[in-house]
């Protein structure tokens, strides 16, 4: 953990390391294609070189993909991504079905509460949109789930602030589709006892602050869920918060 923390602590003090860092996860892996991978990524650390925050084998190991790794991306690639998910499996779980089970149901026989929040946020169409809402469907349908959250930007791809009431209106039907679905799963405890799913609203950009608040007031003000519970999440640091919680 003391090793983790000094290699985060060197990457959050070098400017540059942070842009190549990102510009890594956001461009380099877009492509189900580990050709179209092995290029972007020996691309990007031609062009911006490679992070200072490494260690010594991982420079040497960038070095070796640079000079002949990408040239087998099969083999270069998956390790490559393998490698990050274990980098990062302390703060983030696998979302494969049978390891994702694994985990739920080792933090349920340990007592400890779950909340899935995918890794994701907004959407680039409807298509997308439609494909996230049913994953959040699934997630309640699953009897080891009790507890998801989710962001609006990603169950709706056309949120206006110019729009407000008709972004709120469709917001509305879809939240509804999920509470309706938490309302109708039960999630039983280790103590036997039985409890409805329960859906969290995240909150994201400060613009989406209003739309988010109206379209959970107004899914939950309809009289099918006069006794559900749900949640909302609000920024602490902002002002608007603390009245909007009072609404």
Do not use: C
């Not at 998910?85 to 390891?99: F, K, T």
């Not at 907004?122 to 349908?141: F, H, P, Q």
């Not at 917001?171 to 799963?185: H, P």
């Amino acid at each position: 953990e003391r090793a983790r923390h000094k290699k985060l602590a060197r990457l959050f003090t070098n400017p540059k390391d942070k842009v190549i860092l990102t510009a890594l996860i956001d461009q380099g892996f877009r492509s189900a294609d580990s050709r179209r991978v092995a290029d972007q990524i020996h691309y990007l650390l031609t062009t911006l070189g490679i992070p200072s925050f490494f260690s010594a084998y991982e420079k040497f190991l960038m070095l070796l993909f640079i000079h002949g790794g990408r040239f087998f991306p099969r083999i270069t690639v998956p390790r490559i991504i393998q490698k990050m998910r274990r980098d990062s499996g302390h703060l983030i779980i696998a979302g494969e079905r049978p390891a994702l089970q694994a985990y739920l149901q080792k933090r349920r026989s340990q007592g400890l509460k779950t909340n899935i929040n995918h890794i994701g946020e907004e959407v680039l169409g409807e298509a997308d949109a439609a494909s996230r809402l049913k994953m959040y469907l699934n997630d309640l349908k699953n009897p080891a789930v009790e507890h998801i959250s989710v962001k609006i930007s990603t169950i709706f791809s056309q949120i206006q602030p110019l729009a407000f009431d008709q972004t709120v209106k469709i917001l509305v039907q879809r939240l509804a589709e999920l509470y309706r679905t938490a309302a109708k799963t039960e999630f039983v405890r280790p103590d036997g006892s039985r409890v409805q799913k329960f859906v969290h609203l995240d909150m994201e950009a400060y613009r989406d602050l209003a739309i988010t608040a109206q379209a959970f007031m107004q899914t939950l003000d309809q009289a099918e869920f006069k006794n559900f519970s749900a949640g909302m999440a609000l920024q602490a640091y902002l002002p608007d918060s603390y009245h909007m919680l009072q609404k």
